[in-house]
């Protein structure tokens, strides 16, 4: 399955600014990845998704939910993007969070190129 940073474009920063922490590291430069540019889901390919919705309890997390959902915690980021909350301190005890299922699909739909 395709991860997140997969398809991203990787630059080199060596940026006078970072001098001395590149320096202190003993590194040339660092790694920055490009922005993310997720696909997006039509009306007819969103009803064809299973979505479950879940209320958000005191102690859940992106990452649980990916794992209870998908098996697998790295796929939180799809969650997160579904419903437009990039992090968990956005979601409140008692908010309903739309899992979207199954996973296959919806990384096609985010993952293709156009």
Same mark, same amino acid.
Request: no cysteine; charged share 30%; proline share 4%.
């Given at each position: ?35 993310? /540019?997720? +696909? ?5 390919? !969103?009803?064809?998704?299973? $979505?479950?919705?879940? %209320? ?35 979601? /409140?005890? +008692? ?5 979207? !299922?199954?996973?296959?699909? $919806?990384?096609?739909? %985010?993952?293709?190129?156009?």
């Amino acid at each position: 399955m395709l991860e997140r940073s997969e398809k991203r474009e990787v630059f080199k920063n060596s940026h006078p600014l970072y001098k001395r922490m590149l320096k202190e590291r003993g590194l040339k430069s660092f790694r920055h990845l490009s922005k993310f /540019k997720f +696909g997006t889901i039509s009306d007819e390919e !969103l009803s064809e998704l299973n $979505i479950v919705d879940h %209320i958000f309890a005191t102690g859940d997390k992106l990452t649980k939910l990916s794992y209870e959902y998908y098996g697998d915690t790295r796929y939180w980021w799809v969650i997160a993007w579904f419903n437009n909350k990039p992090i968990d301190n956005l979601i /409140k005890p +008692g908010d309903t969070i739309h899992i979207p !299922l199954p996973l296959q699909e $919806i990384l096609y739909y %985010i993952n293709r190129d156009y």
